[in-house]
């Protein structure tokens, strides 16, 4: 039997969950540096170019 050719649908419900894992896993380091940032008064000193670049370092 030939592998068929996966419809629209069926290709966006599989790779959905693939994407929303990835967000997911951004926000929670997100989430975790922003708590660890205030936690060790660093508040002022929170800035989202800082946790962005966090989150690039990440690599699959």
Aim: hydrophobic letters at 35%; one cysteine or more; aromatic letters at 12%.
């Amino acid at each position: 039997m030939k592998n068929r050719i996966p419809t629209k649908e069926e290709w966006v419900k599989k790779i959905n969950s693939i994407v929303r894992g990835k967000v997911n896993y951004y926000l929670n380091v997100y989430k975790t540096l922003e708590v660890f940032m205030k936690h060790i008064g660093m508040s002022e000193l929170w800035d989202k170019s800082f946790i962005s670049l966090a989150c690039t370092q990440h690599r699959d």
